[in-house]
């Protein structure tokens, strides 16, 4: 009679650990499935948004090139909401521009913002010394 208990209890045992590891793997596949299309899909995002920003970059240093101010350091600060929204400051240094009037300086960035942000939900601001 003690084999045939023993041999019970080594199977409720194997059975128990049977169930512990599939309950394991069943939370770990239903976490994974949640978590990780979204986070594959913000890293879509950011890479595109990154490609979208080089494009934008590169529009307005061919527009500083095209007004004279070459070699212009173009400074993009981002700034993500929790809904996706983005808002960049845009610091352009230069010499020359640095030692335009206001008035100068205004035109320069109004010139500036009429290049098209190819970003959807997106607000870009420059910053005027």
């Known amino acids: 009679m003690g084999g045939i208990i023993l041999k019970s209890t080594e199977i409720f045992s194997g059975t128990m650990a049977v169930m512990v590891l599939l309950t394991a793997m069943i939370v770990f596949c239903v ?51 929790v809904d996706g929204d983005r808002s960049y400051i845009v610091t352009i240094h230069h010499k020359k521009i640095e030692a335009l009037d206001n008035e100068e300086k205004s035109a320069l960035a109004a010139e500036c913002r009429e290049i098209e942000v190819p970003i959807r939900n997106c607000s870009v601001y420059f910053r005027e010394y």
């Not at 890479?47 to 070699?71: D, M, P």
């Open 31 to 81: 976490f994974g499935t949640v978590l990780c299309p979204d986070r594959r899909l913000n890293k879509r995002e950011e890479l595109s948004c990154r490609a979208l920003e080089q494009e934008y970059e590169r529009q307005l240093r061919a527009l500083l090139e095209e007004k004279g101010y070459s070699n212009s350091g173009v400074m993009m600060n981002s700034i993500t909401q």
